[in-house]
């Protein structure tokens, strides 16, 4: 089985995640230790998909 590391979206750095090729995720909140930055993330078939909430 086929894994990568998560990497954030804002810096590009890794975060502490691996996903395997069969991981499914939904608004999964992605934390990265770098930049202190939380974004909420989909994930399928190893593709990351960001999604972008409203501000309230």
Same mark, same amino acid.
């Given at each position: 089985?086929? @894994?990568?590391?998560? *990497? #954030? %979206?804002? #810096?590009?750095?890794k +975060? /502490?995640?691996?996903i /395997?090729? $069969? @991981?499914?995720?939904?608004?999964? %909140?992605?934390? #990265? %230790?770098? #930049?202190?930055?939380e +974004? *909420?993330?989909?994930?399928? &078939? *190893?593709?990351?998909?960001?999604? &972008?909430? %409203? $501000?309230?």
């Amino acid at each position: 089985m086929k @894994t990568e590391w998560l *990497l #954030c %979206p804002i #810096c590009g750095n890794k +975060t /502490r995640l691996q996903i /395997r090729q $069969d @991981t499914e995720l939904k608004n999964f %909140p992605l934390y #990265c %230790p770098k #930049c202190k930055q939380e +974004t *909420l993330i989909e994930a399928k &078939k *190893l593709q990351v998909i960001i999604i &972008k909430e %409203p $501000d309230a």
